[in-house]
């Protein structure tokens, strides 16, 4: 049996062993914040959800992975009858929907397409290639995710390796990007398998990886321009096209490392900014969008949150720069959701809408498709807002205040430390593990944070720890106790405040 098969094979069996992975504690449930309200399709139309974006007038366009577009309207909570029409069909597979001057951007398997309904009729009639440069042979993998535009009104687009590890036509395994006037610019190599792309608070370009030949895990990576992202098999393009582009071919990785030797290595090489521990946290990462600035979603603004396909959940994930590399920690964040999430969508108004399918890789929520959207309703979980590294230790600030004598107890703390084999085949097991001594938690005069001392730091694990015992002044248990930070860097002492 070959790794993907074997992969496929094991989902049944994985999802079984963590079924208890991001649920939350008995006497603190999801629904007492978030609200998941079913946008219920009518009877004939299937919504494998692949893309969303909402247009000038508020209204929802839905792409799917039968290649049709549907508008939406009506689909507040409170409707009873959303309005589905369909708007556009005849794409192939789109995952990606940008809304810009009057067009509606849909990224498909072999394009970037702009789309508008010319004479108001409520249907899609005028089609227009932005640009097809990049090459595609049908294989089921070469999956193209694009985002939205950027500040310059580029679309970035991740194209998949063919048949999940390979390289069969051009760019395959490549970030590029997509000019207004159409010019298609090589930005990053390495790319495996994506599942989204976004853009945190400050604009920078983040993509979802997940687990196959040279990702031990899945991950959420920062998309900088001229990097290297980890998985050379897209290489062939520097021998096809030009062995400038990008200044020319990495040195290459060597199979059996660890991330943090390589990074020694190849200078173009990027980390994975934070990695989702395989079986832990999830296994399908898919899309990206950003907590609002204004608190409309809860109390983590700027944060990221990432749609997990094969769990049906959304995770939050706090990222910070360290001596100018990302990383940070993912935590839980909702659960419960109908299928496998693929595409997110964050309203003005502060309502996350989300969608999906579980065709070829199945999901925990049970459905072959849903349309989803997230109400919170103003209260105040208790959870971990924050994890930053400190030179010795980690600083965890809260939603709330803390009880100090439970937030000050060693016994409320649990850490362990481990990491993936950087190699060219098949994911890998946790390895390396270390248990590193949590040697004091230090609650801060407001409450609202503890510093915890940690021998030691270790670059290149993912440190996870577990807090079952800290209390809310209040009483209450975190919602979700657990955080996994991707530790690439250590702090100098002099820049800590």
Known sequence: MNPLMKHFALIGLILAACGTAGQVHADEKQSDYYSIHSIEPPQGVFPEVSGLEIGPDGELYVATRRGDIYMVTDYGPDSDAPNWKLWAQGLHEPLGLSWKNGWLYATQRPEVTRI????????????????????????????????????????????????????????????????????????????RSPGG?????????????????????SSVKHLVPGSFQGNPSGWKAYDELSESLLGGRPVEPES???????????????????????????????????????????PFEGQLMVGEQTFSEVQRVFLEKVNGVYQGAVFHFLGGFESGN??????????????GSDRGWGARGGQPFALESVHWNGKVPFEVREMRVLPKGFELTFTSKVDPETAGSLDSYKMQAYTYIYQSSYGSPEVDRLQPEITSAEVAKDGLSVRLTVEKLTPGHIHELQMAGVR??????????????????????????
């Open 342 to 355: 693929i595409a997110l969508k964050m309203s003005d108004d502060g309502v996350l809408i989300t969608g």
């Open 116 to 191: 508008r309904d010319r004479d108001g009729d409520g249907l899609a009639d005028q089609f227009r290639t932005i640009s097809d440069r990049w090459g595609i042979n049908g294989d089921y993998h070469e999956y193209a995710f694009g985002s939205t535009h950027d500040d310059q009104d580029n679309i970035w687009v991740v194209l998949c390796l063919t048949g999940s590890g390979g390289y069969s036509s051009d760019f395959r395994g490549w970030a590029v990007k997509v000019t207004p006037d159409g010019k298609m610019i090589p930005v990053a190599s390495g790319i």
């Open 472 to 497: 809310a002044a209040d009483g209450r248990e975190l919602l979700h106790d657990t955080g996994y930070y991707t530790l690439n860097e250590i702090p100098d002492a002099s820049a800590i405040r």
């Open 197 to 217: 792309i976004g853009f945190n608070a400050e604009g920078d370009v983040f993509y979802c990886d997940n687990q196959g030949p040279w990702n031990g895990s």
């Open 256 to 298: 059996g490392s660890r991330i943090n030797t390589e990074r020694k290595r190849v200078a173009s090489y990027v980390p994975p900014a934070c990695i989702l521990p395989h079986g832990r946290v999830g296994q399908s990462p898919t899309g990206i969008v950003t907590f609002p600035a204004d608190g409309s979603f809860g």
